[in-house]
C-alpha cells in the first residue's frame, strides 16, 4: 500500500488472523485508507496473546471518517486473549452501521459515539465486557436493530430510541426495563447458561415487549412448566422455541405439554417450531401400554397453521402436546416431525450423508440421540398418525439409513 494515495477508496477490509504483526503497519495502513469518501471499514486486529491493541481513533474521528456507512471491528481471536481498546472521540455523521466484537469501549464512550450518529439502523455488540450500561437515546430514530451477544459486564439495557424494531440478545431478562421496548416485534432470545427462560418469558414479555410479532427462544434447561397466565401476546404470528438439557450433572425434566399454556397466550400465532435437545431425555417415555394421554380440550388454537417439532422423541409430555395441537389447531396445515435435532433440521434439507463432503452426517451424533430417534419415530406411528386429519400434511422427516442405524 506504500505507493497508494488512499483516494477514491470505498471499501478497506483488513482481516488478518495470523502471526504477530507490528501495529504501526496497521496504523499505517488505516492512515492510508481511511480518507474522505470511504463508506466502509472491516478491520479485524491479529492476535496478540495478552496484549491490546490501541485503535487509532483520530484518523477517524478527525474528518475523514464522516462518510462511513459501516463500520465494523473485531479481534481475531478465538481464545479470549486479546482485544482491540477503542476510545472513539465524536460521532459519525454517515455510519448506519457498527458492529464491534471483542472491542474494550466503556457504555459512556459508545454513548458519545452513537448518539452523535444520529443516521445509526444497526447495533452489533459482542463481547464488549466493559460496557455495564447500554443506553440507546431518543435521538436515534432510524436505529431499528439491535444484537448484544456475551457482553459479561452488561447489567441493563435503557432503550429511547423510538424505532428499535428487532432485538437479538445473549442475556436474562432482567437487564430489559419494562417501557423502553413497547414498539419492538422481533425478539430473539439465547442464553446457554440461562435456565427457565420460557417460563420466564410467558412471565414476563407480555409487558416488556406486548407488540411482539416473531419471538426466538433458546433456554439452556426449564426446572419450572411454562405458567398459565392472564396476559397474552396479542400480536404474536411466529414462535420457536429451543430447549437444552440443562445441567449435566441434574438435569430436568420439562412437561412439554404445559407448553399448550404458551400456545393459549397467543390468540394469532401461526407458526410454531420446537427444537427439543435429545442428549439426555429425562422424561417419562410412553409405552405400548398408556391408553391415557392429558387432554385441554378447552384450549383451542384457531389461527396455527404450521408447526414444525425436531427432536421429537418418546418423551409422553411431547407426544401428548403433539397430540393436542392435531385436535385443537382447528387451522392447521401442516404439522412436521423430525425424530433428530441437527443441521437438517434447522437448514430443511432431506437428510443423507451420501452427497456431502464429509461422507456421514453432520453434527455426529451419539449412540444413545439414535436410540431416542428411532423410540421417537415409533412414538408417532403409535400414537400420532391416527389422530391427523385428513386437512392436515403430515411429513415424518426421515433418518439416514447409513448414519442413523441401530447398531
Not at 477508496?9 to 483488513?14: D, G, I, P
Not at 503497519?25 to 495478552?50: A, D, H, K, Q
Not at 419450572?224 to 441434574?250: E, H
Not at 387451522?331 to 416431525?337: D, F, K, P, Q
Request: net charge positive.
Amino acid at each position: 500500500m506504500r505507493k497508494h494515495s488512499g483516494t477514491g477508496v470505498k471499501t478497506f477490509t483488513l482481516r488478518y488472523c495470523g502471526s504477530f504483526i507490528n501495529a504501526s503497519y496497521l496504523n499505517r495502513w488505516l492512515e492510508i485508507s481511511v480518507t474522505p469518501g470511504i463508506e466502509e471499514l472491516i478491520f479485524s486486529v491479529p492476535r496478540y496473546y495478552g496484549m491490546y491493541y490501541n485503535f487509532p481513533c483520530p484518523i477517524l474521528f478527525n474528518g475523514s471518517g464522516n462518510s462511513i456507512q459501516h463500520l465494523n471491528l473485531r479481534c481475531c481471536n478465538f481464545y479470549h486473549l486479546s482485544s482491540c481498546n477503542f476510545h472513539p472521540m465524536a460521532g459519525l455523521g454517515g455510519l448506519t452501521r457498527l458492529h464491534l466484537s471483542e472491542v474494550h469501549i466503556t457504555g459512556d464512550e459508545l454513548r458519545q459515539l452513537i448518539s452523535n450518529s444520529l443516521n445509526m439502523e444497526e447495533l452489533k455488540l459482542a463481547h464488549c465486557h466493559k460496557i455495564i450500561s447500554l443506553k440507546l437515546p431518543c435521538l436515534l430514530h432510524r436505529l431499528n436493530y439491535l444484537n448484544v451477544f456475551e457482553c459479561r459486564g452488561l447489567k441493563v439495557i435503557e432503550n429511547e430510541a423510538p424505532n428499535l424494531c428487532v432485538v437479538h440478545i445473549n442475556c436474562t431478562l432482567e437487564i430489559l426495563r419494562v417501557g423502553d421496548l413497547l414498539q419492538v416485534k422481533d425478539l430473539q432470545m439465547f442464553d446457554a447458561d440461562e435456565t427457565n427462560l420460557v417460563h420466564h418469558a410467558r412471565a414476563k414479555l407480555p409487558f416488556i415487549m406486548p407488540n411482539l410479532e416473531t419471538l426466538n427462544i433458546y433456554s439452556a434447561g426449564e426446572k419450572l412448566i411454562t405458567p398459565m397466565l392472564a396476559a397474552k401476546f396479542l400480536y404474536l404470528r411466529n414462535l420457536q422455541i429451543s430447549l437444552g438439557d440443562g445441567d449435566i450433572r441434574r438435569g430436568f425434566s420439562y412437561d412439554y405439554f404445559s407448553l399448550v399454556y404458551f400456545l393459549d397466550a397467543c390468540p394469532v400465532l401461526e407458526n410454531f417450531v420446537l427444537c427439543v435437545s435429545q442428549t439426555r431425555v429425562r422424561q417419562d417415555l410412553i409405552s405400548a401400554e398408556d391408553s391415557h394421554l392429558r387432554q385441554m380440550p378447552e384450549h383451542r388454537h384457531n389461527s396455527i397453521k404450521n408447526v414444525k417439532i425436531a427432536g421429537f422423541c418418546a418423551a409422553k409430555s411431547l407426544v401428548e402436546l403433539t397430540c393436542h395441537i392435531l385436535e385443537n389447531a382447528t387451522s392447521l396445515e401442516c404439522l412436521t416431525l423430525d425424530a433428530i435435532y441437527d443441521n437438517s433440521s434447522r437448514l430443511g434439507a432431506d437428510r443423507s450423508c451420501l452427497h456431502n463432503k464429509y461422507g456421514e452426517c453432520r453434527p455426529v451424533i451419539c449412540r444413545r440421540m439414535i436410540a431416542h430417534a428411532h423410540s421417537g419415530l415409533w412414538a408417532i406411528g403409535r400414537y400420532v398418525v391416527e389422530k391427523v386429519p385428513s386437512t392436515v400434511k403430515l411429513d415424518i422427516k426421515k433418518l439416514c439409513g447409513r448414519c442413523h442405524k441401530i447398531i
